[in-house]
């Protein structure tokens, strides 16, 4: 009984800790870019997967911060379309990644769509706030992912 109280008392005690919170410092599903450059490119490829505009104009991006921000909505739109066709994918793994000039890092991917199998490199830099965004790809070698319907 006596250890059962004990149990209790320690269930009780820890239940009532309080906890530290700390508000601003969790990046949240709307936060531009990636924390890495291997997570922005793993979020622009789930954008272009789901052919999400928002979302990959969230991750696509400069120096200067993502494309949302630093591109005419109707300019954003139209480029944003046109790279979706390149960049349809049913899956896709990277290769390598190393670092690139500039402090950027590239990353070789290789894509899978249909029966098609694509390797291309795409290069991720460091934004503002500590963020990273994909910059570019190598579209000229998913040109036939494009073409395919």
Known sequence: MKKLAIVLLLVFVAGCRQRQ???G????????????????????MAAAKAQDLQAFANVWGTTAGP????????????RS??????LKHDSYRVVSES???????VFSVETKF??????ANFFATPGPANRW??????IEKLTDVCQRR
């Open 21 to 23: 919170v700390v508000v």
């Open 114 to 119: 249909r029966d098609l199998t694509r390797s």
């Open 99 to 105: 670092p690139a000039t500039n402090n950027e890092r």
């Open 133 to 138: 965004y994909v910059k570019n790809f190598e």
């Open 81 to 86: 379309i046109i790279l979706l066709c390149y």
């Open 67 to 78: 494309a949302r921000s630093t591109i005419a909505q109707a300019e954003l739109e139209q």
């Open 25 to 44: 410092t969790a990046p949240s599903a709307n936060d531009p870019g990636g924390a890495t450059a291997l997570d922005a490119l793993s979020k622009f």
